[in-house]
T-cell receptor
Framework: DTEVTQTPKHLVMGMTNKKSLKCEQH?????MYWYKQKAKKPPELMFV???????INESVPSRFSPECPNSSLLNLHLHALQPEDSALYLC??????????????FGPGTRLTVT | DQQVKQNSPSLSVQEGRISILNCDYT??????FLWYKKYPAEGPTFLIS?????DKNEDGRFTVFLNKSAKHLSLHIVPSQPGDSAVYFC?????????FGTGTRLQVFP
């Protein structure tokens, strides 16, 4: 099973709202990721979690707040977003780098629109 | 500065023929490379990978070739099928990160 699930599929929020994106995997992976993809652009890394600890933050604004409650779940909390934050938000998971396998498995994404 | 480049934004191939997608990278220290396929409104799907100790890796209709001296990799799809129509991204692995190229839109026509 190589499935990563994400909810919701679509989200529309105002600039003063607080919302959360959720991601779940049951592949036993201990590394999880958040990416952002704008139209006609490649995915860009935002955050990396290894063993439920934040290991990489790609200088993401603090209005995005990640959380990893356990090894299967990853959340992205959103607050006071700007219209330019509208994008497809992708979650991914992988084995740890020590395994020698570096492929990441992606969920279907959450299409976020900030109004 | 784009570390991974796919210079062809689009490619059109007849069904049954070979599709060749190309990718160039700038850093000779990169040692693991991947290809992903992406349909609209879906996440990228992993296709095939190759480490720098090899120059070729094959999986069914998909073969990835790596030319380390040229810092170039390519994905061959043989035979191409209409269901292969999608955007293809190459990616390099760099210390827990994947750095993606800009993508090539492949269209396979009957």
């Amino acid at each position: 099973d190589t499935e990563v699930t994400q909810t919701p599929k679509h989200l529309v929020m105002g600039m003063t709202n607080k919302k959360s994106l959720k991601c779940e995997q049951h592949m036993g992976h201990r590394a999880m990721y958040w990416y952002k993809q704008k139209a006609k652009k490649p995915p860009e890394l935002m955050f990396v979690y290894s063993y439920e600890k934040l290991s990489i933050n790609e200088s993401v604004p603090s209005r995005f707040s990640p959380e990893c409650p356990n090894s299967s779940l990853l959340n992205l909390h959103l607050h006071a977003l700007q219209p330019e934050d509208s994008a497809l938000y992708l979650c991914a998971s992988s084995q740890l780098r020590t395994s020698g396998r570096h492929e990441q498995y992606f969920g279907p994404g959450t299409r976020l629109t900030v109004t | 500065d784009q570390q991974v480049k796919q210079n062809s934004p689009s490619l059109s191939v007849q069904e049954g023929r070979i599709s060749i997608l190309n990718c160039d990278y700038t850093n000779s220290m990169f040692d693991y490379f991947l290809w992903y396929k992406k349909y609209p409104a879906e996440g990228p799907t992993f296709l095939i990978s190759i480490s720098s100790i090899k120059d070729k890796n094959e999986d069914g209709r998909f073969t990835v070739f790596l030319n380390k001296s040229a810092k170039h990799l390519s994905l061959h799809i043989v035979p191409s099928q209409p269901g292969d129509s999608a955007v293809y991204f190459c990616a390099v692995y760099n210390t827990d990160k994947l750095i993606f190229g800009t993508g090539t839109r492949l269209q396979v026509f009957p």
